[in-house]
């Protein structure tokens, strides 16, 4: 397995490009599945949950083309089963349950299980696909799901789910009728998603907002679909520029998908200037203690709050920050205590107490936004970070070692 190590203190300086978003290339890639013909997705990521969800639609009979962009013809699908040894490396693989029992009729697809952030059901996708029709069965692991001709139907998330809404989006569009979600995500990547179907010929309104109104059609035709940028690498490195005291320009990102991160890091004394395309972020030698707590969009996002609580270690005062959307999100704390961090955890908050400098020291990813944020820890602390179980970050992170060295880091990745 491979190893970052980082040579902490250098201010970060520099541009960097934002590559396109993981979580709204995955749902794209995935929503081919409802048409047959060419689609061709531009910006996507170069990302090993990316090779993951192509593999997985190999799998299932689906001509993929990569190339300088990806092509993808879901003409003739020959299985419509997702294993457990591919869904087990990626959850967001439950993706493909919606959109083959829409098309094909039926799915079996394994259950996810758990992740090292929570246990993640996905009980929600399931009982909203039931409401739509289908017949639901769970065996061996698997779930099995068939359905001649899916119903529109109204539907009410008890909890705001992302790939929830996505599958059921998905899923909806080929139903006979219309479905209402409420209480629906409002991610910009249910934005995306929603624009790339409506392009296929699917009838979708709301989305981006908490109720989404899908009106059935007979077919889909494949498109040209673009994905959004990364808002949470935007986030990730304009906090890296944030700790390190430096200077980046962070071109390619949307700033209107990051309004409250935008706001949260001024008021800890983060300078963040819009520009043609992008933002300008400039670290200040005294960082405030904020406090966070992480909700649903336009909420300030979980995926950011490792990283968020990197900052809040090399600020001055106390930070409370709470995690109200996974229930086991802390990971990175222990990892950060052994860096010189002063954090304690009291039920679903970190109290995070600002230390004068953190130092490097051997640490371990346990998941990808917490191996980001130890990859910060390492670029603001003094001395050496060993960086190990890399391929968590790689799997959300598209070359970021590359990216830190454009920007004077002084890291690099090393082949165990
Ligand atoms: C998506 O995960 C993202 N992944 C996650 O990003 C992100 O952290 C999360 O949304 C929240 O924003 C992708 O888009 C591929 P949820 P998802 O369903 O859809 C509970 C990253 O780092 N829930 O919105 O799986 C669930 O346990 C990843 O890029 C149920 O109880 O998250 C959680 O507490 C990590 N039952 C809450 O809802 C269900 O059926 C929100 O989860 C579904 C969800």
């Known amino acids: 397995m491979d190893k970052i190590i980082i040579k902490g203190g250098k201010k970060l300086k520099g541009e960097i490009v934002i590559s ?81 029992v829409a098309r094909m009729g039926r799915a079996r697809v394994s259950l996810p299980g758990g992740c090292a952030i929570g246990a993640r059901p996905v009980n929600l996708h399931l009982k909203a696909l039931q409401a739509l029709g289908a017949e639901i069965e769970l065996r061996d692991g698997y779930v099995e799901a068939k359905a001649s001709r899916l119903k529109g139907a109204k539907i009410y998330f008890d909890i705001s789910t992302v790939t929830g809404t996505e599958n059921i989006m998905m899923a909806a569009t080929l139903a006979k009728g219309t479905t209402v979600l409420g209480n629906a995500a409002r991610e910009p990547e249910i934005i995306n998603l929603s624009s790339v179907l409506n392009d296929m010929g699917a009838k979708i309104t709301g989305a981006g907002t908490d109720v989404i109104t899908i009106e059935g059609v007979e077919s889909l035709s494949p498109v040209e679909a673009r994905v959004i940028p990364d808002r949470v690498e935007a986030g990730t490195y304009m906090i890296a520029a944030g700790i390190t ?128 944020s130890l990859v910060l820890a390492g670029l603001a602390g003094e001395g050496k970070t060993e960086l190990s179980r890399v391929y968590h970050i790689d799997r959300g992170y598209e070359r970021i070692e590359e990216k830190l060295s454009s920007l004077g880091a002084d890291i690099r990745r090393v082949r165990e």
């Open 20 to 100: 396109g978003s993981k979580n709204a290339a995955l749902p794209i890639i995935v929503s081919s599945l409802l048409t047959e013909g060419w689609n061709t997705v531009y910006n996507v990521p170069d990302l090993m949950d990316v090779r993951t969800i192509k593999r997985l639609l190999v799998g299932l009979g689906v001509k993929v083309e990569e190339g300088e962009n990806l092509r993808i013809n879901a003409g003739s699908i020959t299985n419509c089963e997702a294993s457990y040894d591919l869904v087990k490396t990626m959850r967001a693989s439950i993706l493909v349950l919606g959109p083959l």
């Open 245 to 372: 005291g430096g200077d980046v320009t962070i071109r390619g990102c949307d700033p209107r998908h990051l309004d409250v991160p935008i706001e949260k890091l001024k008021e800890a004394g983060v300078k963040i200037t819009p520009l043609e395309g992008g933002l300008r972020v400039k670290g200040s030698k005294g960082i405030r203690s904020v406090d966070i707590k992480t909700l649903p969009y336009p909420g300030f996002p979980t995926d950011l709050q490792a990283q968020m609580m990197v900052l809040m270690s090399a600020a001055e005062g106390i930070s409370v920050i709470t995690e109200s959307v996974f229930e086991n999100r802390f990971m990175h704390v222990n990892e950060l205590i052994r860096m010189g961090a002063d954090i304690v955890i009291e039920g679903n908050s970190a109290i995070v107490k600002g230390v004068k400098k953190l130092r490097g020291a051997p640490v371990m990813a346990t998941d990808l936004r917490a191996s980001a």
